[in-house]
């Protein structure tokens, strides 16, 4: 059964993971079980680097969604990812003209895996 959701700006930014910043460390960052949580709160999760090496050979759909500035995204961004940027002052609710912008970048298949993701985790 798929669940029908709102996009909640505020999750999506929690859900966001560190792939476009400094390499990921053995270590699991000081963020990263309150991250979890959150988002573990309404239905989503987060991945880590090598599960989204995982994601590209195996061959499955997804879509990848960079949310940082314009400029960030020319200067580099993973393969097939689209841009569309979320700032902080989206963090508590996209206006409906940006929410109805979002769900077109992120299209109608539902059944896909999507991920999210900026410079940092902030």
């Known amino acids: 059964m798929m669940k ?6 505020f999750i999506l930014i929690l859900s966001v993971l560190t792939v ?4 990921w460390s053995k270590d699991i960052p000081v963020w990263w079980p309150s991250a979890l949580t959150e988002a573990q709160k309404d239905g989503y999760g987060l991945t ?3 599960e989204i090496q995982s994601l590209y050979t195996s061959g499955n759909k997804f879509s ?7 400029y960030e995204f020319n200067a580099g961004h ?27 970048v992120l299209g109608a298949d ?3 895996v999507i991920v999210i993701y900026c410079r940092s985790f902030r």
Not at 4 to 9: G, M
Not at 20 to 23: C, D, K, M, Q, T
Not at 64 to 69: H, S
Not at 92 to 100: H, S
């Open 20 to 23: 476009v910043g400094p390499s």
């Open 110 to 112: 539902k059944d896909r």
């Open 48 to 50: 880590t680097p090598e």
């Open 78 to 104: 993973l393969p097939g990812a689209k841009n569309f940027e979320i700032d902080l002052g989206d963090r508590l609710g996209l206006k409906p003209q940006k929410a109805d912008a979002f769900k077109k």
């Open 4 to 9: 029908k959701t709102a996009i909640p700006p």
């Open 64 to 70: 990848m969604v960079d949310v940082r500035p314009d």
